[in-house]
């Protein structure tokens, strides 16, 4: 269950405030090279901290590899990699145990798992998570880099903050409202062949949107025109095919048709609701009491979790295609520098 | 990779033009009551020809039961379930085997698997394949119906075609630039309890967005305000819990916090592309001449696609639940009427 | 649940007494030339009433292509192959309802599926279903013929029936002593490559036996020397590699070291009891007297189920096979003549 | 593909002379409570160094739990745990890069990894790796003994080493032979009930095969009177089921029929084979210079590996039948004290 694709396959586990987070991935080509360096960049992209709209709460985040590499190469067994918690404060959390937070996971873990669930910084469905699926996109983007014909290059970006397009405009307005906001990431991938993904449930937007989906705050997923798609003609949304490697005209699909990549680029957006730990006081039950009382978020938090966002996009993205390029056999089992 | 759940699970199969298509389900509860006339209703709705915009082809659609039943009950053994194609007129799509129709897979096809692919009207990319879903939907919904506590009932419904919340003005719109149009359709589920799904990679907007996206033709596809969140703080679309139960004031999370139930009706949106065949004369490539040259569908077609979809969509969203029912013990795994 | 393998994927169903037993082959290679003429030769070695000691129910079995075959090839599709059940005689079963026959699954799947199960001639249970994983195992060997380098061959032979190596013998003395017989069926596979399988759950030993001891009667699995292992010393059995292809001066490991295929020819053994419907009269309960009774079997049976199972081996063997050599990209996902 | 299991699911991972060798286990229901008293004894009885025949090699072997417990409980969220390689001898192992060990996964490692593998001890190919399966075993037994009814035991033992029952005198011959030897290990499972298990593909043979098989050194499998059924006459070999509840006069099947337990005790008996690694001079081949050539295994071995099986097989027994037990219903999902 906390487990994701075939070939490539990832299992994700962890705690925002027990020891550690990680990732096992198993299925991953022999033969890749692979080192710290390799995820810095990606790992302080995904850090909070560093601008206006994202929490302080800094981990220094240094991937520590258990198992899967030998001599910086994988070695075709499985990877398992940990991040450690070290800068948790839980007490900030353990107070407010009986007040389930408005728009976090409290209330439905604690159905779910009886009330035998790490409650801590939201535990197991913690955002602080995400750094595991960073973890292996990196090790995804490697793979996609490494294909001999063409690079697949994957990008993200937020396209809108607090409605804005103007990105620092909606996060004064944030700011301003002492509030929290959401945002748009657009993800573009470049250099894709056609013919990836299935026709019906593991068409390629079956398996991205099931993916990022398991990113927190996500609420909404599109590809190419998507939601504007419903205002156009079939005629003005057909994208006329030009030339035999399947180029088209105008990219309204956004690279896919049918559920199979059509060799133009894969374009996709989602939303990303305002964060859920706001500064302004709400209301919420106290199970104790039984009441509904006011209840104002301490601990620290994202003023705009969106910002954090694109380079996890880009991870679960690179991870789904790594998948279906090993099962259509462009990626081979054993890399050979 | 033509299947779907873990417990509940389908597999779908067939061509638009061949035989058949048909669906195989298996890990339904033994004991479960199922005869042709379940099925109707259901199939009817998923019909062509019933009113402007769709496509005049019709087939009878009778369910054949070749396993998995006797004395009308489920037995716990794979349902297997084929619709019978009676009404093709292949010769309609060989003549235009040179031209991969804009907006279809079958271009995509063709790259995908050599040109040993069923072209004919789409073959196994058809939304003919659909009824296998209808079918399995029928079988899940009896599933919702039977638990004891609570029926959960899933309702689909249209509510914008061509841009216009008057579907009616909508398909005019259509029916006047002789051209095809695209829709929106809301899905709500009522009596659903807390605590399905799972954190992360089973989420239940994962579940439900990979299946979702398997029904041709979708776009997009959010849950709650959605898209609509990013424009809002966050104080205003935290949903503030009520009660014990979890019931919430606002319900702007549409029915899932942190990837989980939270007992509130689970409401999303899926977004229709316009028809790809329009009457409207198009460009493109014809791969014999290697030239782009004007196109014209011929064949049977919808101006509006999103007419048939509701049904299917309720279908997908049972299909999905009741997989998560059977996994969190909330369905037995033996009906006792 | 009905389902096996992780590329070439096959999902099984159909009762003994329905209206017909199939399998739906997801995963396989586009390309593939398929005929009815290509099952002929394993569905007569399966088929009863061609020797002494093997039952006179006759089938045509012919299969009937329902989907992902077009113009005599696969397609990418998966391919739903049935059997008719034509000559079946249920009333022989539905008079002993209430006595469970010893040795077959009817109390079990009474108890497991809560009385719902179709009992006749043991349902889904039944070893009729068998027909469907030969016919899976045809296409699976036309997959290993298929191989460039060189053919993989499989094939299947009886050593032993009732303890006798002369196979007469052995089946003279069932029929002598009225009663059934089991047998040793080894299977031989040439031409593997070394490096098919994984350490640990997906060893080559472990994916084999999975699906052998889906074959009904099957008590024992052994590879190489298998059980004789445990009398001699590490010295003797360990196998000498002799060049660097990984050739073994002995082959005491039947093949598979660590999980994996070391390119010798893969060798194991299986075991068939005696045919669990013998002539002579048993004691067994009666559910709705609630006593032990005599009962005395009806119906069809085989005096040696064993002498049915080689060509059922030579099936499963090949259909882990050829998704092994898909998974290690040895097989492509397109074939081209 | 180092996975195994559809409810109660495990990763496993690690290499023999690596930093650490662990299991993750998904799907454990949440509120067992799991302390690493709980541990110990299953983990003692997997070490060598305690009686003759085993390896000197000592690992404190003391479960570090990563992920997944909160106050000494299950949470349901995924369950890690690591066991660090404390007292490896790398270099015994560095020195023969260039010589295959014959019985040693070294070959196939090589020719399927292309030389990127952790060869040390025979990196993820190691006997090692088993300990983590014993942990997950010791919580699938926890499980097992959680079940209100009555509580299923599994107990494995020794039945047979280097070809004598009498144990001491079989272990007596290897140490005068200065050679290895194998044995027979017996599994008994006492209180299991009816109805366990599914037809076909996913019977209980088949995946306690299928996990069996991942112990490393296992030749061959039986259920019941096993290969000796096949001298058996059908009358002799049915078992006639005496009561309501299943219970047979004999248990010739070993408790299962059909691939379902039928309520009777489990009773299979596996095969191991003699230490590959034995004192005894052999004959390889050196890769660098092509020659065959003497050899002689230096590192710590076990003169029978059999001696350390008994727990670690009825930690895979345990696991599958938590598995089934959850997925039948009768092991819920939150486990109240």
């Known amino acids: 269950m906390n487990s994701f694709g075939r070939i490539f396959r990832i299992h994700i586990f962890g705690e925002s405030h027990g020891d550690s987070v990680g990732i096992n991935i198993d299925g991953c080509p022999a033969g890749l090279s692979l080192m710290s360096e390799d995820f810095l960049a990606d790992i302080e992209r995904r850090k909070g901290g560093l601008q206006k709209g994202t929490t302080p709460r800094k981990e220094d985040d240094l991937p520590i590899f258990k198992t899967g590499l030998f001599n910086n190469k994988t070695t075709g067994a499985p990877i398992t990699i940990l991040f450690e918690n070290k800068n948790t404060r839980s007490e900030d959390y353990q107070k407010q145990r009986s007040v389930p937070r408005p728009g976090h996971a409290d209330f439905v873990a604690h159905k779910k798992f009886g009330g035998f669930e790490d409650y801590r910084g939201g535990g197991h469905f913690s955002g602080r998570l995400t750094v595991s699926l960073v973890a292996a996109g990196v090790i995804a983007k490697k793979l996609l880099a490494s294909l001999e014909d063409e690079a697949i290059k994957v ?183």
Request: aromatic content about 4%; overall charge negative.
């Open 155 to 337: 990008t993200a970006s937020i396209t809108e903050i607090g409605g804005e397009k103007d990105i620092e405009k909606g996060l004064q307005k944030a700011i301003d409202a002492k509030d929290s906001v959401g945002g748009i990431i657009e993800c573009r991938v470049t250099g894709i062949p056609a013919g990836l993904g299935e026709p019906f449930f593991d068409s390629v937007e079956s398996l991205l949107s099931h993916i990022v989906f398991a990113i927190p705050a996500v609420r909404g997923i599109e590809f190419g025109t998507g939601f504007a798609a419903v205002k156009m003609f079939g005629s003005e949304h057909n994208d006329a095919i030009e030339n035999m490697d399947g180029k088209t005209k105008t990219n309204h699909a956004g690279g896919v048709v049918g559920g199979i990549t059509n060799g133009n680029e894969l374009v996709f957006r989602i939303a990303i609701k305002p964060t859920s730990s706001t500064p302004k006081e709400q209301e919420t039950l106290n199970w104790e009491t039984g009441k509904v009382e006011n209840f104002s978020v301490k601990g620290r938090h994202d003023l705009c979790i969106a910002l954090r966002v694109p380079v996890i996009l880009e991870a679960v993205t690179a991870i789904v295609l790594a998948d279906l390029l090993l099962l259509e056999q462009r990626i081979p089992r054993i890399l050979h520098a």
